[in-house]
């Protein structure tokens, strides 16, 4: 099975008590056999760490045939933030946009995201949220901003998280440009619930490593109960298809 | 040494977790757990009486794999007093259950200081479902566990159940800040953290808990022996832990 995880971390921020290394993370997945990566910071940009985004440019530029680059952002500085978009994708060769609302305190349906998430769309970047127990990152909150924006990729992470299963299954189902990680939540039964409600096609593997175990997250889709089919979808066709990354037919399982 | 499983819900639920002990039985069977602390299930009648009864009703007819927790409704005042004395000194059950998100109250709430020096006076351990939002964040257990020293806290979940993981530097400040805390595994998705509640602050501070059939117990159970730990440690942590916390009650019938 070829592995591609749609959501990991790098990132060093002794202040959240975070050290997350690229070599860290690579070691890891070198460990787990994964091919490749989506990885993002623990700071948004702009924002205290001017160097944030270098430093996912310089751990994908370490590791350029393991790591892709997701830019986490903050909307708060509006234009700023869309300029710091286009800045991320042009120089620092970004793929994707990371989003975490209760970290800065924003409302996902407000303009300043929506701004933002037109920007993604029209770049063609997936946008990955932090989508859990908390207000400003709640399923139905994202689901306004899904609406008002039909043509950007929207990733619920965790499924929801440990409360909000159901919501973001609700809102991954009824909108098209919505998908769903399985990151980190301790539910194996909740992936099946997902595959089952969603199509296998629009459910990502993720880790969230190297916070959590690269294994034990594969394991909870093993424990999931899917097909065979099914699991080559969420380990690395879906975020292939996503990502541009090609597949040779063998690599799949096929 | 044997596998315990120290947190093992049976019984009608309230909350759709329903299982039979039968059930339980076969997955232990299946897995090579020996034993299982049995936790009442809030019952779709709301007493915890009966719940209580059925439990103690398994310790008896299997007293080889099974012992039990009381469960409580802190808002019953004496009532709830009087249960657990009865849980312990006519049921024959080894600890007390609390679980703040069920029972909705706060796990630092003062009304609990009656409850929590009778089992710091017997010295049974309490479980407190830990990691629900304002009810029982790791601070919440450190707070009680500060004012009850002589009271053995087992805090579920790693003491957080944060998608976001800032709850995490809480969960290992209450753990260094208060000895009579200790952490149990389910539904735990930071590795790190734990071992460095094992390397830092001793063996004896992890046990393995399932919280099934809410959780997994299968990917509960893997959780642990995933860690990155000697094998005896992990024995430890799977088993001899709960066994040394338990000692007035349970040592002298394994």
């Known amino acids: 099975m070829i592995y591609l995880d749609s959501h990991a971390h790098v990132d060093v921020v002794p202040a959240l008590n975070w050290y997350d290394s690229a070599e860290k993370l690579v070691a890891r997945m070198d460990k787990a056999g994964i091919r490749m990566a989506a990885i993002s910071g623990y700071l948004n940009a702009p924002g205290p760490n001017p160097e944030g985004l270098k430093g996912i440019a310089d751990a994908v530029a370490q590791y350029p045939d393991r790591l892709i680059g997701y830019a986490r952002l903050d909307p708060w500085y509006d234009d700023r933030c869309v300029e710091t978009l286009d800045a991320a994708v042009r120089d620092w060769g970004c793929r994707g946009v990371k989003l975490h609302p209760a970290h800065y305190t924003l409302y996902p349906f407000g303009q300043e995201t929506v701004k933002l998430a037109h920007r993604a769309g029209e770049l063609g970047l997936p946008m990955l949220f932090h989508c859990g127990d908390e207000i400003m990152c709640l399923p139905y909150q994202i689901d306004r901003l899904a609406e008002k924006c039909p043509n950007t990729t929207i990733i619920l992470a965790h499924i929801g998280g440990f409360f909000s299963g159901e919501a973001a299954l609700d809102v991954a189902e009824r909108r098209p440009n919505v998908l769903v990680d399985t990151s980190e939540i301790p539910f194996p039964g909740m992936v099946r619930k997902a595959v089952d409600r969603l199509g296998a096609e629009k459910v990502l593997w993720g880790t969230d490593a190297p916070c959590c175990d690269i294994g034990h997250e594969i394991r909870k889709v093993e424990l999931a109960g899917l097909t065979a089919g099914q699991e080559r979808q969420l380990f690395c066709e879906n975020f292939a298809r996503l990502m541009g990354i090609p597949l040779e037919a063998d690599d799949a399982g096929h | ?254």
């Open chain 2, 1 to 254: 040494m044997p596998v315990i499983d120290a947190h093992a819900y049976i019984g009608d639920s309230l909350f759709g977790q329903d299982r039979t002990v039968e059930a339980l039985l076969v997955e232990m069977d299946r897995l090579g757990i020996e034993k299982a602390g049995l936790c009442p299930n809030k019952p779709p009648g709301y007493a915890l009486g009966p719940a209580n009864r059925l439990v103690a009703q398994a310790v008896r007819q299997h007293p080889d794999r099974f012992f039990g927790w009381v469960r409580v409704d802190p808002w019953q005042a004496e009532r709830a007093l009087d249960e657990m004395k009865a849980g312990f000194e006519e049921l024959g059950l080894s600890g007390l259950l609390l679980h703040p998100y069920e029972e909705l109250f706060q796990a630092s709430s003062r009304m609990l200081d009656p409850l929590l020096s009778f089992a710091g006076q017997l010295k049974v351990p309490v479980m407190v479902e830990a990691g629900y939002a304002l009810l029982s964040h790791p601070l919440d257990i450190a707070e009680v566990a500060h004012l009850h020293p002589e009271t053995t806290f087992i805090a579920t979940h790693g003491l957080q159940l944060d998608d976001a993981g800032f709850a995490l530097t809480d969960a290992e400040l209450a753990m260094r800040e208060c000895p009579n805390i200790v952490m149990e595994t389910s539904g735990m998705y930071a590795p790190d953290t734990m071992l460095n509640v094992v390397n830092t602050l001793g063996l004896e501070r992890l046990i393995f808990g399932s919280h099934s059939p809410w959780l997994n117990l299968e990917f509960e159970l893997e959780r642990v022996q995933r860690m990155k730990l000697t094998d005896a440690q992990i024995a430890a942590v799977l088993g001899e832990n709960l066994l040394g916390l338990l000692q007035r009650k349970l040592q002298e019938e394994t």
